[in-house]
């Protein structure tokens, strides 16, 4: 009989039909009561196969006692709860690098979307407005200081697209890097102060949890621009909403949000800001690379081999 796996989320199809050949899958996000469906499922279920955002909790790993295996579609781990799987000595695996190139693309994309006003120029010349009038000016991007909260595999990737932006470049994490030619902030409210841009590309999770906090939007300041491809929890988005509708930050691009995809509706109402559906590593190709790495870890697992990416 083939391992019996509980999806959290729709995969896309060309994943979804390997993974019915070599696996019962129980399709969670169509059971009408998922308390009952994983009760009647529990006994059976040796591996989750998750995304990014929606993750394994606690509660859920708890109900699974014969769970051996998380897989995530996904390189961001922090709704998983690591912690209940180290405690049952539960792998866990994610999707690296096969995405780094496209959520910096992404970031670079949205700069320059909201900075040089790409989406509302798009607008302004469907509905005919230009025939009436001129787009209102918009902010230069070379030639200005780019601040990367989150200097990992990504952030990383970000600068080095950045490199050829002529913009001066700067960087916050717990530790410098010994490689990096740009400045180190070890305060993410010195870098807000310091940069015209700044972009958070920060690991979810607790200890990141509201970082983008009112201090630090304060003191990005009125000619200052956000752009976040993280997690929603990174940024305090009541401070956010706050400081984007009176102006006390020039404007945001946001790839990630709170209770996606319920966002929060103010975003919608606010003409400084460009919006995207969580989609930095929304890609055919890379979408199809992450898919190939669930998989991957899911049959090592389950023919006794070593994990390919196991999360440490
Ligand atoms: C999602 C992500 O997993 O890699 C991450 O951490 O958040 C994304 O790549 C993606 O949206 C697929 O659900």
């Known amino acids: 009989a083939s391992p019996h796996v ?33 009760a009647a499922h529990a006994q059976e279920i040796r591996a989750i196969a998750t995304r ?24 961001g781990t922090d709704a998983i709860d690591l912690a209940a799987c180290r405690a049952r000595g539960i792998r866990v695996t994610n999707t690296p690098d096969v995405l780094n190139g496209d959520v910096a693309d992404l970031a670079v994309g949205l700069m320059l979307a909201v900075q040089r006003r790409i989406p509302a120029g798009d607008a302004f010349v469907r509905s005919g407005a230009w025939a009436k009038g001129a787009l209102p000016l918009a902010t230069r991007v070379f030639g200005q200081r780019v601040g990367i909260a989150g200097f990992g595999r990504i952030g990383g990737t970000i600068a080095r697209r950045l490199s050829g932006f002529d913009v001066e ?14 400045r180190h902030f070890a305060s993410l409210s010195a870098m807000a102060d310091w940069c015209d841009v700044l972009i ?49 930050i020039a404007g945001a691009a946001l790839d990630v949000f709170l209770n996606e ?46 994990l390919i990416t196991p999360v440490a």
């Open 6 to 38: 509980l999806m959290m989320g729709a995969y896309p199809e060309w994943d979804m039909v390997p993974m019915r050949e070599s696996y019962t899958l129980h399709r969670l996000w169509e059971a009408p009561d998922r308390q009952a469906f994983i």
């Open 169 to 182: 470049l700067g960087y916050f994490s717990r530790t410098p890097k010994a490689d990096s030619p740009h």
């Open 200 to 248: 958070v590309i920060l690991p979810g999770g607790e200890a990141t949890r509201g970082i983008v906090n009112a201090e630090v939007l304060r003191a990005l300041g009125p000619k200052g621009w956000l752009v976040n491809v993280s997690r929603g929890t990174t940024v305090d988005e009541g401070a956010l909403l706050q400081a984007l509708e009176a102006r006390e």
């Open 52 to 75: 990014g955002e929606l993750g394994a909790s606690a509660e859920l790993i708890a109900a699974l006692p014969k769970l051996e295996l998380v897989s995530c579609y996904g390189v």
């Open 261 to 306: 995809p319920g966002i929060d509706p103010r975003f919608a109402a606010l003409d400084n800001v460009v919006l995207t559906p969580h989609h930095g590593s929304g890609t055919e190709q890379t979408r199809r690379a992450m898919g190939e790495l669930v998989r991957r870890n899911l049959e090592a697992h389950f023919a006794g081999l070593p």
